[in-house]
């Protein structure tokens, strides 16, 4: 992300060079001229164990600059961080002349709408005193400020900021909470969760290659609590806004400083393969041939409570399945109308029974709780057929048997029991 550091004090040029060394695109900006001179050429006005290492590499790489020129760096940003002094008055109150004065031409200067970050230790208010000089004079662009305050110890500033044990975000929407995170990308946990979860979706292939069962898998990988039983749940491969993002991001930054984060790499192509299993799966359930049949699709979201699609499984699978001449009727308890701009031809219902309606097979594809419980036997004489395709796993094998279903899961043999193999 493009970004703004004001004030290149001890704060703000810890934060810029960790940010830029996070990836991001960074301006650090002050209005003295000889600090921004020192700086250009090399060195570094205040002693850091480490600080001139990462400055050099990310100005070397391109990714960190110095500039007095305030109002090109805040027209190119799109995240702007106050990090300007707030010296104490002779009453021991915070002295805010120059972060209102930073906000004032942070509003004069607004080309779009800006997310604006306060780094400087302030007092209570001083979120509201800057939205509102930016409401009042920032040309009718849309200003959010988010409070992100710093916890640097001096001598230790680096490792502070580069392993924090805690970022703390104080935001009034979802849209700065989420630029923040990806301001902070690299930083999450999401890449190894990631892989948490490609890994039991190929342990499940294997499972399926074997004669295993991927639920029987994961519990005993899970009761090692060096490990731990969440984010093993096999299924049609990681969605929404985060894992995708982040996964991408982690690799892109590895690439940027030459190495290539191999696991991660395998972490986003199992990803897409685990997608495209689905819909071969499906066809193979209904015996290699899905031409002018009718899937109904359970589920449209990237998971359950959310009317989010941003990179659901649902997306490919409904996608490929089309390709495939297969005609569709999906429905999703919130993200109808989001899939509405998403797919063409698809035939919306009310709820599963009517998604079942006449259809050759019923897939599971989002694990919405009004889907844990279906009545079966209306499903059953509801369907064309009795084939229901559980992406989530939500069933048990031998109960839907039972019930009088070909059914077909994830990383589970029909009768769940364990084939020979050689
Ligand atoms: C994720 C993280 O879990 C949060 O900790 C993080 O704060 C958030 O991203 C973020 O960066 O903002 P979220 O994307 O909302 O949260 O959803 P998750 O519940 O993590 O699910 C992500 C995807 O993984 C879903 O598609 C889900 O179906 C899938 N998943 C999850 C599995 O396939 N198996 C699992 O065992 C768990």
């Not at 550091?5 to 003295?32: H, K, Q, R, S």
């Not at 702007?80 to 002094?85: E, L, P, R, S």
């Not at 409570?305 to 999906?330: C, F, N, V, Y």
Request: glycine content about 10%.
């Amino acid at each position: 992300m493009d970004i703004a550091v004001i004030g290149t004090g001890y704060v703000g040029l810890v934060t810029g060079a960790g940010l830029a060394d996070f990836g991001n695109d960074v301006i650090c900006c002050d209005i003295d001229p000889k600090k921004i001179d020192v700086l250009n050429n090399g060195q570094i006005p205040i002693y850091e164990p480490g600080l001139d290492k990462i400055v050099s590499r990310n100005v070397g790489e391109g990714r960190l600059r110095f500039t007095t020129d305030l109002p090109e760096a805040i027209r190119r940003s799109r995240a702007i961080f106050i990090a300007v002094g707030t010296p104490p008055k002779p009453d021991g109150s915070a002295d805010l002349r120059y972060v209102e004065d930073v906000a004032r031409t942070i509003a004069q200067h607004m080309n779009g709408p800006k997310l604006v970050i306060t780094k400087s230790t302030v007092p209570i208010g001083t979120g509201r005193m800057i939205e509102r000089i930016l409401a009042e004079s920032g040309n009718g662009h849309k200003g959010s400020v988010v409070s992100n305050p710093e916890f640097l110890r001096e001598g230790s500033a680096i490792e502070d900021f580069l392993k924090p044990d805690r970022v703390v975000i104080g935001a009034s929407d979802e849209e700065s909470i989420g630029l923040m995170k990806e301001i902070y990308a690299p930083l999450h946990s999401n890449g190894f969760l990631a892989t948490k979860i490609s890994f039991i979706n190929e342990v499940a292939v294997m499972c399926e290659l074997l004669g295993a069962d991927v639920q029987d898998v994961a519990r005993g990988i899970g009761l090692d609590s060096r490990i731990g039983p969440k984010f093993l749940q096999a299924g049609p491969g990681y969605g929404g806004s985060c894992f995708p993002k982040d996964t991408s991001a982690v690799a892109d930054i590895a690439r940027r400083y030459g190495y290539e984060f191999q696991i991660i790499e395998a972490v986003l192509r199992v990803n897409e393969n685990i997608k495209e299993r689905m819909v071969a799966k499906v066809i193979e359930a209904l015996d290699g041939e899905v031409r002018g049949k009718t899937v109904a699709i359970l589920g449209l979201a990237f998971k359950p409570e959310t009317d989010d699609m941003r990179d659901s499984p649902a997306i490919p699978i409904i996608k490929g399945l089309q390709k495939q001449g297969a005609i569709i009727r999906a429905y999703d308890p919130g993200a109808i109308e989001n899939s509405k701009k998403i797919f063409d031809n698809v035939t919306y219902c009310g709820d599963a029974y009517e998604t079942a309606n006449g259809a050759d097979a019923l897939v599971i594809a989002t694990e919405w709780n009004e889907f844990r419980a279906l009545k079966l036997e209306r499903v059953r004489k509801l369907l064309k057929q009795p084939l229901i395709v559980d992406l989530r796993n939500v069933y048990d094998p031998q109960r839907m048997k039972a019930e009088g279903f070909r059914y077909v899961s994830v990383g589970r043999t029909e009768d769940a029991r364990v084939r020979e193999h050689v």
